[in-house]
């Protein structure tokens, strides 16, 4: 699985504890959409594109449920959207590999 290469998934010990202070700090307001009950914490800054797990960083967004007011899931969007906008150019794109065979070469 690829799970163990993704450096978003590599939060920190306490990342628990920052979770219910960021959720606490903002009255679980979501940074997406500015509504109440998010339930989950987002980095402001993907970490990919070189964001911390600071606190700074981090806000309420809706996650695992969704906004009572607007009906979407904040977080699936956001994130929807960063793959796209997250893809420049000179991005390594899995589908354009020049030396991919079309298929396997039997009998080698
Ligand atoms: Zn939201
Ligand atoms: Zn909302």
């Known amino acids: 699985m690829a799970w163990s290469n993704n450096p978003d998934r590599h939060y ?3 990342w628990q504890q920052r979770r219910r202070l960021v959720l606490k700090r903002d009255n679980r307001v979501c940074h997406a ?13 993907n970490i990919r ?16 449920a969704r906004c009572a007011e607007c009906g979407i899931n904040c ?8 793959s796209h906008a997250a893809r420049p150019s000179r991005y ?9 065979h079309p298929g396997l070469l039997p009998g080698k």
Request: aromatic share 0%; hydrophobic share 25%.
């Open 92 to 100: 390594r794109t899995p589908e354009a590999h020049p030396n991919r």
């Open 75 to 82: 977080h699936a969007v956001k994130t929807a959207r960063e």
């Open 12 to 14: 920190p010990s306490d």
């Open 33 to 45: 959409c500015q509504h109440g009950g998010a339930d989950t914490v987002d980095h402001l800054v």
């Open 49 to 64: 594109r070189g964001g911390t797990h600071d606190l700074a960083n981090l806000a309420p967004i809706h996650g695992k």
